[in-house]
């Protein structure tokens, strides 16, 4: 796999793993042990090195790369074992890794951090975002503001004229430089319900009316808003079919319970049910595609893991 595949086969597998043990407490012992050692995969060689970017000494975090892609997502993994365990031995990590990207958020120019060299994406902030929010809820300091700042500049600079949906991608000036695509949206509004609930509820209505299609008892999502194109796609969108795509409705579907849209919930629960089944042997779980005999690889049974636990001990979209 590839190093973000990989990141996030261990990152998606700890969030359902989160959410798991808040709906089954007599697992948390459990589920903060796989988690824990989640942590120690994401911090070895392999997965760390692809990540490594040039930044100011002042915001280095020791031995980590600067990618806010992995930075996000390792430090939302650290919240969740803390959570799990608050004497976790990586509090002291979660720590100076909330730290450091709060100040890095707060001089960053274009607000939001690059995930490779002049790459700035915008789902991926909102990971590193929501993991600054956990870590405030956890310990009560007030990371959480640097999420309230970037949707204040989100509302104004970062939303589609057309549909005022967010932006994919923005330049080092902090400028729109892609539009909205629905495997983006439907990640960043799972986040950002973490960071502002109203902002994701505004962003899940909008993503609802310009990028969907009600089918009754079904709901797809399409890459691109009015568009029905089919091909292959792109690595973030997968196969395009009439324009629709995998990870844009099972992202959506993930939003629609952290934001307790359960009517489209259970719509977009059948459409990934059509498409997957469950392998039960022993004491294992797995995953297999339905219909034909395909292998299934380990980021797809991750995200199926997570869209299988559906509760939100994470995403608290009240708050």
Not at 258 to 278: E, F, P, W
Request: glycine share 8%.
């Amino acid at each position: 796999m590839s190093p973000e595949w990989g990141l996030f086969t261990l990152s998606f597998s700890t969030y359902a793993l989160a959410n798991l043990a808040a709906q089954r407490p007599d697992l948390r012992a459990e589920a903060a042990a796989t988690i824990g050692q989640a942590i120690e995969v994401a911090l070895t060689a392999p997965l760390r090195q692809p990540f490594n970017l040039d930044i100011p000494a002042e915001h280095a975090t020791a031995a980590l790369p600067s990618s806010v892609l992995y930075l996000g997502h390792l430090n939302l993994m650290l919240g969740c074992h803390r959570q799990l365990s608050p004497h976790s031995p990586y509090r002291h990590l979660h720590d100076s890794l909330s730290a450091a990207l709060a100040a890095r958020f707060q001089q960053e120019p274009s607000g939001n951090l690059p995930s490779y060299p002049h790459r700035r994406w915008l789902p991926d902030n909102t990971v590193a975002l929501a993991s600054l929010a956990l870590h405030s809820r956890l310990t009560g300091n007030n990371y959480a503001a640097t999420g309230h700042r970037w949707v204040a500049r989100a509302r104004h600079e970062w939303l589609d004229p057309a549909t005022g949906l967010l932006a994919s991608m923005v330049d080092a000036a902090g400028r729109p430089s892609e539009e909205p695509r629905g495997s983006h949206l439907g990640w960043s509004i799972w986040f950002l319900a973490q960071v502002d609930s109203d902002f994701a509820r505004q962003q899940y209505a909008l993503y609802q009316q310009h990028h969907s299609t009600n089918l009754g008892v079904l709901r797809l999502y399409s890459e691109f808003a009015n568009s029905y194109e089919t091909g292959a796609g792109n690595i973030d969108s997968g196969p395009l079919i009439l324009g629709y795509g995998i990870p844009a409705t099972a992202f959506a579907f993930a939003d629609a319970v952290a934001l307790g849209d359960y009517r489209n919930a259970q719509r977009l629960r059948r459409v990934i049910s059509l498409g997957s089944r469950t392998i039960r042997e022993g004491d294992e779980l797995r995953y297999g595609v339905r219909l034909v005999n395909l292998d299934v690889n380990p980021l797809s049974e991750a995200l199926l893991l997570w869209a299988d636990v559906p509760g939100s001990a994470i995403a608290r979209a009240g708050q």
